[in-house]
């Protein structure tokens, strides 16, 4: 199994929440996020906007907003 990024550069997080379908809505001292849902729902994502996002934050962020550890790692891997 793929490990998970410990000190991840915040580019390539974002570059991988949008390609799991998340717009950035506002960047200031955190950076917020949105995923419209196909059933018609809404998914907030809050992260801090430093420039390494350490891995304890990334696996609490994915377990807030639903996304598998699968999923992330293997969009992480290929952005």
Not at 47 to 74: E, M, V, W, Y
Request: aromatic fraction near 6%.
């Amino acid at each position: 199994m793929p490990k998970f990024p410990v000190d991840a550069p915040k580019r390539k997080v974002i570059r991988t929440l949008e390609s799991l379908g998340f717009k950035i809505i506002r960047e200031k001292e955190h950076i917020s996020m949105l995923r419209e849902n196909p059933d018609g729902t809404k998914t907030p994502l809050t992260l801090p906007n430093h420039s390494i996002i350490k891995g304890s934050t990334l696996r609490a962020i994915c377990t807030q907003s639903g996304i598998s550890r699968d999923d992330f790692i293997k969009n992480y891997n290929e952005s």
